[in-house]
């Protein structure tokens, strides 16, 4: 399985973004997809995962008001739409492929993005 995001770039703050997962590889319908974001100097961390047929599970309480997952398995593809973007959202964000959302631990995911930039600036 291959992942690729897309849809990343600058945006101002009260914005509404979608970033893309694409799969190619094997059917995207076999595996859960986590959203993960990283912040310069941090290490990933794990935001919400979408089930293989829909069911969403939050690793980060935080965000699960303004972010909503979806997919769409017959065209392999993946979404995150973050609503309401503030400057703290500024990170580069991944999707990930796994057997299951399990607890949001990164090593539970086989497959990554190689990730897109978001910047949320005045």
């Known amino acids: 399985l291959q992942l690729v995001e897309s849809g990343g770039g600058l945006v101002q703050p009260g914005d509404s973004l979608t970033l893309s997962c694409a799969g190619s590889?094997?059917?995207?319908?076999?595996?859960?997809i986590g959203w993960y974001r990283q912040f310069p100097g941090k290490a990933r961390e794990g935001l919400l995962c979408i089930q293989r047929f829909g069911g969403v599970v939050d690793y980060d309480d935080s965000v699960k008001d303004r972010f909503i997952l979806s997919r769409d398995n017959a065209k392999n593809l993946a979404w995150l739409q973050i609503n309401n973007l503030k400057t703290e959202d500024t990170a580069v964000y991944y999707c990930a492929a796994a057997n299951a959302c399990f607890d949001g631990h990164d090593y539970f995911y086989d497959y990554w993005g190689q990730g897109t930039q978001v910047t949320v600036s005045s």
């Open positions: 590889g094997s059917p995207l319908e076999n595996y859960a």
